[in-house]
């Protein structure tokens, strides 16, 4: 009979799971209760049947290793019959996914703060995934938030601590622990995917590349597909070692964090493609010799040339993007005749599209693509279907962009991000900008004139649910449109993410400055936001 140990508690306040989960500093969740508060408040709210399995796994950042050890002896007090966790703690987020999703777990904890820096004064988090594999909907996250405002009490056993590095099985009071590969169920998830013999013979002939896995959790993985089975030569993936502190880097693959992937990028000694991964797996960066795809871009490019890929011949049914993203995939759609769908920011919100097969691939701005073979974004898929498809083609990251954009048009996009402001000012920002929407159409700045302003609102199309307040869209007669919203991703203050669009036909200029190109609509939103007024900062912070 397992014994199992009622703990007292009180609630914390800002137990609120953002887009991602619950985020914050370490030091915050080294409070005595406080990441055992969360983790009770999920299993007191989550449907899961008698002999239920649980994943846990993480990107391997400090604090990982505590929480995980004491999530194992929760779960046994809860009631779970199986632990499936990642050797090390380690399992990347689609990862995560694909293990929920083949061993039919219940759900699983994913203990990561994806591209936030991490150390013992940095940042940690706890993610739920329910059982389809992807990141819980708001009707779940809504309700955990619920039971840690009233929590008060969490259960535990009294158990010694699992040997994290050494696969196979452990029996902790009742439950079962199984430490697994955590690369091997993924790898081979990818070699069902993609043409890999086609990357091998590209590889073989001197194909080139660089992955840069920013000291974070995709480094095994990158190592064991890239190098052991598709034949790049040992040292393409720089920064392989998950570190608890990514290094001190700041593990976002964007262009400021990833400077040194760029210049090499841009340098007379390039390889042929460049990539990157973020803290946590989900995310990616690629850059072709002397050429950046942005994140919309890359969306874009790859939905186009998806069925390249053996595992998507001929079933391309739909194209999913968040509202903030370009609609360089839209007009992808338009021409191949499939449905694109416009969602708030969250991968969540691509959940039910996938599950009923209205959408095939989605992403992201913020450098998040993925399809259906897990319910998350997916750096390295994403990379594996750029080197699938300039493989199979026989052409360059750079020839396949102005291919793309000759057909298409271009969308030119950027993203400002001002991080770390005061949160009174950016929400009398965010309000301001409310108040002012229904006097915006008709009115001119510069060269502008708005067409339409209004507070971005989402109806499910599969379950009806209806998610409002997604974020200020200011749309102008000429096509372009400019968006502002809060992100949900920081742990201190808050961020202001702008983003800036300006579509150039096929006949236009298609390989301009980005940022002369978006002048205009640079202007339009200061003069409509007042962002200097409001946050002090005459400049961002991160331009992607």
Known sequence: MTQIVTVPTTPFDGQAPGTSGLRKKVKVFQQPGYAEN?????????????????????????????????????????????????????????????VIRKYKASGGLILSASHNPAGPDEDFGIKYNIANG???????????????????????????????????????????????????????????????????????????????????????????????????????????????????????????????????????????????????????????????ITPSDSLAMLAANIEIAPAYRGRLAGIARSMPTSAAADRVAEALGVPCFETPTGWKFFGNLLDAGKVTICGEESAGTGSDHVREKDGLWAVLLWLNVLAVRGISVDDLAREHWARFGRNYYARHDFEGIATEGANALMDGLKAQLADLPGKTFGPLTVQVADSFSYTDPVDGSVSANQGIRVLFEDGSRIVMRLSGTGTQGATLRLYLERYEPSFGDLDADTGVMLQAQIAAAEAIAGIVAHTGRTAPDVIT
């Open 134 to 292: 992807g990141p819980a909907p708001e009707s779940v996250t809504g309700a955990m938030l619920e039971r840690t405002r009233v929590i008060d009490r969490w259960l535990t056993v009294e158990a010694p601590d699992v040997d994290l590095d050494t696969l196979g099985e452990t029996a902790v009071r009742g439950l079962t622990v199984q430490v697994l590969d955590p690369v091997a169920d993924y790898a081979d998830l990818m070699e069902t995917l993609f043409d890999f013999d086609a990357i091998r013979k590209v590889v073989a002939s001197g194909f080139t590349m660089r992955m840069d896995s920013m000291s974070a959790v995709t480094g095994p993985y990158a190592v064991e597909i890239l190098e052991r089975r598709l034949g790049f030569a040992p040292g393409t993936v720089v920064n392989a070692v998950p570190l608890e502190d990514f290094g001190g880097h700041h593990p976002d693959p964007n262009l400021i964090h990833a400077k040194e992937l760029y210049d090499l990028m841009m340098s007379e000694d390039a390889p042929d493609i460049g990539a990157a991964s973020d803290g946590d797996g989900d995310r990616n960066l690629i850059i072709g010799r002397g050429r950046f």
């Open 38 to 98: 969360f983790i009770q408040s999920v299993f007191d709210v989550v449907e899961r049947a008698p002999g239920a399995v649980l994943v846990i796994g993480g990107d391997g950042r400090y604090h990982n290793r505590t929480v995980i050890q004491q999530a194992i002896r929760m779960a046994a007090a809860n009631g779970y019959a199986r632990v499936l966790v990642g050797q090390g703690g380690i399992l990347s987020t689609p990862a995560a996914s694909h």
